[in-house]
């Protein structure tokens, strides 16, 4: 009797010794077909719904990063996604910078829909200087024995990407902590600041008080950044989730991997009701390529693309600009795309996700190196702001410094771009100060080609003229920085 009663007991203490409040947490996740990699939002769903019906608490913290870009968010401005949330059981969305493509009031909105609270520590409203209507500074979860406390801090440069100077930012350690503090004396026991990497690049990370857990939004493969302070990374259209146990003494993290499971039914019909929509008009074949192609992002920020050219080309032809620029951090597809293989309309989408229109403006010679300048004055950062063109080829050396970049600057034929103005084709994001591009001085050609055509609707019209169409890199961008011993 004393020998089985001292089993039941150590049976007992094992589980009590192993039990574990768990947290599910990803980020970076707009995309709605499932991928070759592994991705897929039904997978996950199958994950999520296993991990809640357990005997153990668990919470999902989502990230957020993630109402767009893809097919349905340049129509529908992400309430699809905030459906497909409600069905994957989040239980609050950190909102992050790209939930705020369509403005503010859209978040407003969509908040509305959203069966999960939606939180955001440090921004405001300039209109009200209040937060945005219907997002949380905090927001207080109970996790078994926790009470879990989660905030969410952007970084400044959410008013160079998406929001134009409409948004008050707090970029201060001293704000956080005093939200800690608050949360703190509300009751939490655990805190959770979930951010983005700009922020914590701003931002000292030591000095930043009573957090037990920092949540890094990234497209990486999912890891620990640090210990002390505890900080994990974690998001991208791959196949891991990031599993936290908590603990009284604090949490471990690991990987989820979630190639391997069975799409969850229900979710399954909640993607394809939206994607039956998209699959007649994004399936058409579109053109062959006769020759390989690349849209890698390290190509797209640093370089000239062959896949790159082809979109520049597409929009200089229909606006007749002499020059067409466009950044590269709006083009997404990161792919290699071999000889032969046959684009379709869903390709083009997928690499043109974020919509966007076409302006023409005019600007001087002067303005136009200005403009090229800024493309490469972040370019060793691979930073999204950097210049894909047609009409013009350039020469850059990023040992010099910013603002004296731009060694060499021609037409598209070698002749030399002389004193005069210009007509250059650009995205409305570069208009309206996008990634700190300022063309305030410059004069709008049209607008008329703004209001008709998305940019990815443009590059698909243009390609469908083809039976096959040659990628091709022509010297168009050069760099010619010294390679140091």
Known sequence: MIKKLFVVLSMYMFS???????????????????????????????VVKRLKSSNEPVLFVHGGDSLSPNPLSVYDKGAHMISIM?????????????????????????????????????????RSMQPV????????????????AVLMAVSENINTTFLFNKAFVYETVE?????????????????????????????PVHSIEGVDMMMVTQDVEDHQVSSSPWIFASGGVDDEMTLIDVTK?????????????????????????????????????????SGPMDSQRDTLRSAESSWGNIVMDAIRQY????????????????????????????????????????????ITKAKLKQVLEHGVSQVEGLDGRFLQVSGLHY?????????????????????EIDEGEYTVAISDYML??????????????????????????????????????????????????????
Not at 348 to 354: K, W
Not at 398 to 409: C, D, L, T
Request: aromatic share 8%; charged share 25%.
């Open 16 to 46: 009590m010794m192993a039990h574990a409040d768990k947290i599910i947490f990803t980020s970076n996740v707009p995309e709605l077909f499932a991928q070759e990699n592994g991705y897929s939002l039904a997978k996950m769903a199958t």
């Open 86 to 126: 409600n069905e994957l059981g989040v239980d609050v969305l950190a909102v992050n910078q790209r939930e705020f493509k369509d403005g503010i009031d859209q978040v407003t909105l969509l908040s509305t829909q959203a069966q999960f609270p939606m939180v955001l520590t440090n921004l405001l409203d300039r």
């Open 133 to 148: 209507e219907g997002v949380q500074p905090y927001v207080l979860l109970p996790l078994g024995e926790h009470s879990i």
């Open 175 to 203: 704000h956080i902590n005093r939200w800690v503090q608050q949360v703190r004396s509300s009751g939490a026991t655990k805190v959770i600041l979930v951010t983005e990497r700009d922020f914590l690049k701003s931002v």
């Open 249 to 289: 003494d604090g949490q471990t993290a690991s990987v989820l991997h979630i190639a391997e499971e069975e799409p969850d039914a229900a979710m399954t019909q909640v993607i394809e009701r939206y994607t039956s929509q998209l699959d007649v008009v994004l399936g058409q074949q579109l053109t062959r390529l």
């Open 319 to 362: 606006t007749h600009a002499d020059f067409s620029l466009i950044i590269g951090g709006s083009i997404r597809g990161y792919r290699d795309y071999e000889a032969g293989y046959v684009l379709t309309r869903r390709d083009i989408q997928r690499e043109l996700p974020f919509g966007g229109t076409v302006y023409v403006v005019r």
């Open 395 to 415: 020469k850059y050396d990023a040992s010099r410094p910013v603002g004296q970049r731009i060694v060499e600057m021609l037409h598209s034929n070698n002749r």
């Open 432 to 485: 309206e100060g996008g990634d700190d591009y300022d063309f305030s001085d410059a004069t709008v050609v049209s607008d008329k080609v703004s209001s008709q055509r998305l940019i990815w609707n443009i590059v698909s019209d243009y390609l469908e003229q083809y039976d096959e169409i040659q990628p091709v890199i022509e010297g168009r961008i050069v760099n010619v920085t010294p390679i140091l011993p």
